[in-house]
């Protein structure tokens, strides 16, 4: 009977010695991270039959288990994924928030000092002073976009590099997790038993991966685990692992984008499947907002430029130089060098495939100046595989025109026009594709050219034409200053001075063969000078020199009142015109014209649009943010009511466990007292 006791009392010993060492294990790990709080599982050792019935023979420690819920760690898992990939955006997008809305820094300041200088030349065309300023405000308006977007190319750069860092940390949490995956399998085979504190260090891992990339995991039967990214692909699967691996995109060498490695090589994973995590944000930081930015603010900038050099061609410089003037050979009049639309071609494309290039459409004249219809999306062209044919995607909406070749592309964008159009000298090979960038690089690389930064003069502040009024007039008719469109030197090339007469009610001596058009009506073709056309005082006369713009431009004017017949009214051209600010008032007008996104948007007011869209994203990534800080609090919160270590708990389980163990070591000595008497009756 006493051996009964002791050995009873002894299991009551070790169970409670391993109770308190478990609790004790507990406590020193308290604030470890990613340790789950660890309990023994007690079993009643098999009774001892006798004639009364069963004798209990005392307990064994089962197995010690971790207190752990899946479900409530995927949880937390998830939350630290959405939480890491909007904390990354947050931050990324914060930069161009706080860059494009400065209110020193920004762009805003630049334009409304350009364009002051602008009315100011118009104000002032023959003091060279004025010119001067307009050049040096131009050298700053262009080296404020080419800091803008050389900071947002900084940010490419930078996002390229923590890409690589996401990618390379990856990578080691994968190792990691393969090698525990092997030595948790040999320790449970080799026990029976879970080897809790490498379940901990794996989940621990799996917690830290999840900050880096979204991963999902599953178990196997050995005790190891599956972990799966993106759409599925294989990360580590029990001991074999997968790495990934940066590589320049096929679509664009300049972005970094993430491969998976193979035994054939490197996979390209297709970014809209790597989301969560840091690498998640970075690429959607990416996609969604740093190269929208670039396209928008380059989309402003060639618009600017386009625009205003547009308008720039049709005036006469300081020296009398313009389209139709005598001795203009070279004539100079752009202020503004922007990059033509780049064209990247896929790396996968097949070889000898033709290089593509494209062109920015010439700015469409309206209301007095021009437009541009550029848009800030990137396009993919790409040939059929099978039949060649053509597909131009817009990639912000992926919006298509299709053709059989580039010819029937370039038509549809003129009805359809996206500002720029496509050439290539031989026909695009099949199952090739080309990435289109209109307005990428455009802020960056605006510049002022050199001729006219060198020389202020060739600034074409004046309009190339006059007019004037008979000597002999009689009547009260008076004709307007005028006003040139594109194509006006054709309109008027040698013929000039026109001289038109009234009489009869109507206006002659037109050029032969000109084309005109009253109040931007359908033209009239002149055959002879005696060809009348109607008077209609106040009416717009148009000398076509474009047909193709809506209404009809080239040289324009009006003659109001009341003529008498042999009236006299001339257009010639304008000579030693320097206190003349005509095409310079013309050019202030485009601050305030709506010259972007097809007739809807002035410069500032795009860029404003730009600042806005770039803050409501910020505030919504920061309150986003925030939201999913809390939902992976709340997360942690319940894993950890079940997992994490309480103190207060552990003690009282101190106080219980010394208890139970100071009981047994009593049982233990009133046996062996038993056990002693036993021996004493027994001498």
Avoid: C
Wanted: glycine share 10%; charged share 10%.
């Amino acid at each position: 009977m006493g051996s009964g006791i002791i050995a009873t009392s002894l299991s009551g010993l070790q169970a409670a010695q391993l109770a308190l060492s478990t609790t004790d294990h507990n406590i020193a790990n308290a604030n470890t991270a990613g340790f789950t709080r660890q309990r023994t599982v007690q079993a009643s050792n098999p009774g001892q039959q006798t004639g009364a019935g069963f004798v209990g023979r005392g307990t064994h420690v089962a197995t010690i288990e971790r207190v752990y819920s899946r479900f409530l760690t995927e949880q937390v898992n998830r939350s630290q994924s959405k939480a890491s990939d909007l904390d990354t955006y947050y931050a990324q997008i914060k930069q161009i928030d706080n860059m494009l809305a400065d209110p020193t820094t920004g762009l805003s300041p630049a334009l409304q000092d350009f364009f002051a200088s602008v009315q100011q030349l118009a104000a002032n065309p023959a003091q060279l002073s004025s010119r001067q300023a307009l050049l040096s405000t131009a050298q700053s308006l262009s080296a404020r976009y080419q800091s803008l977007g050389k900071q947002l190319a900084e940010i490419g750069d930078s996002i390229n590099g923590e890409i690589k860092a996401a990618v390379s940390g990856i990578n080691s949490y994968a190792d990691q997790i393969g090698i525990l995956n092997q030595q948790i399998g040999f320790a449970e085979a080799a026990s029976g038993q879970p080897a809790n504190d490498l379940l901990d260090s794996r989940d621990q891992l799996v917690a830290e991966l999840n900050k880096l990339i979204k991963a999902k995991t599953t178990s196997n039967s050995d005790g190891s685990v599956n972990v799966f990214i993106g759409s599925g692909q294989q990360l580590v699967v029990g001991t074999q692992v997968s790495h990934l691996a940066t590589l320049p995109s096929a679509s664009d060498p300049a972005h970094l984008t993430v491969g998976l490695k193979t035994a054939s090589g490197t996979q390209e994973i297709p970014e809209s499947l790597l989301g969560g995590g840091n690498l998640g944000g970075l690429l959607a930081f990416r996609a969604q907002s740093l190269d929208p930015a670039s396209n928008d603010l380059g989309r402003n900038a060639a618009s600017l430029a386009l625009t205003f050099n547009a308008q720039s061609e049709l005036g006469q410089d300081l020296y009398g130089h313009s389209q139709i003037a005598a001795g203009s050979p070279g004539f100079t009049p752009k202020l503004f060098a922007v990059a033509a639309p780049a064209v990247i071609a896929n790396t996968g494309n097949p070889t000898g495939s033709p290089a593509l290039t494209a062109a920015f459409v010439s700015p469409p004249p309206f209301n007095g100046n021009f437009y541009t219809n550029l848009g800030s999306s990137d396009y993919q062209l790409a040939a059929d595989a099978g039949n060649g044919t053509l597909t131009l995607t817009r990639l912000a909406d992926h919006k298509q025109w299709q053709g059989a070749d580039l010819a029937a592309i370039n038509a549809q964008l003129t009805t359809d026009p996206q500002g720029f159009v496509l050439a290539s000298d031989t026909p695009l090979s099949a199952g090739s594709s080309y990435l289109i960038q209109p307005t990428r690089d455009a802020a960056r690389q605006l510049a002022i050219n050199p001729l006219l930064a060198s020389d202020a003069g060739l600034i074409t502040a004046a309009g190339p034409i006059r007019s004037s009024l008979g000597a002999a007039n009689s009547g009260s008719a008076r004709i307007s200053a005028g006003q040139v469109g594109p194509g006006y030197a054709a309109a008027v090339q040698g013929t000039l001075p026109i001289t038109l007469e009234y009489r009869g009610g109507s206006l002659r001596n037109f050029p032969v063969g000109a084309q005109v058009s009253i109040d931007g009506a359908v033209p009239v073709a002149i055959s002879t000078p005696t060809d009348a056309i109607p008077y209609t005082s106040g009416a717009s006369i148009t000398l076509v020199g474009s047909v193709d713009s809506k209404p009809p431009v080239g040289v324009s004017f009006s003659i109001t009142g009341l003529p008498n017949d042999g009236d006299l009214f001339s257009i010639g051209s304008n000579p030693g015109a320097i206190a003349d600010g005509r095409n310079a008032l013309s050019l202030g007008q485009l601050q305030t014209q709506n010259t972007m996104t097809g007739q809807t948007a002035s410069f500032q007011a795009a860029y404003a649009q730009l600042v806005s869209e770039v803050g409501s994203r910020t505030r919504q990534a920061q309150v986003s943010g925030d939201a999913q800080q809390t939902l992976l609090e709340q997360a942690q919160s319940s894993r950890d009511a079940v997992s994490a270590v309480n103190l207060d708990e552990e003690a009282a389980n101190l106080i219980r466990y010394q208890q139970a163990y100071q009981a047994s070591a009593k049982a233990m000595q009133i046996s062996a007292s038993l056990f002693d008497t036993i021996l004493q009756i027994a001498g």
